[in-house]
């Protein structure tokens, strides 16, 4: 997406009426769609300039953080939780043996999908995804209006 955003920035063109939406909140972590408008000006002909060669280098160097990916520093990755609060909804949390709510309920250990429950606390369930790059951790937390 970075190097698409230069190409475009090295055209003669108004970039407009961008939009980012859910398109798959199925997924994890979520996927979003983005849309914009371009109007091109003088037939979108190629401009040249300093200011454009630099953000060339930019997007070409090696090992730059990629904007468009979440938590993720040169060289390492941060290992920080993805919220899924507004993914799924947190209802109630109680304590073993109180029955009768009128949800699922689900203890540490319990798939929830894809994804295992590793703890859960007062305010927020913990979980984790193994993947081939590693675990990835995700929290579920109460909606706040």
Known sequence: MARFSQLLERRDVIIHDIQVRPYDAGRTPPVHAISFSLTPRNDAEP?????????????????????????????????????????????????AGGGGGGGREYEAGTQFASMTITGIDADRVNLVKHTPNGDEKYIIRFRKK
Do not use: C, H
């Open 47 to 95: 401009m040249t300039g300093e200011r454009l060669n630099r953000l060339k280098e930019m997007v070409d160097a090696p090992d730059k953080r990629n904007p468009f990916q979440r938590f993720v520093s040169v060289g390492q990755v941060v290992r920080k939780e993805i919220d899924l609060t507004w993914i799924y909804k947190l209802s109630g949390i109680g304590s």
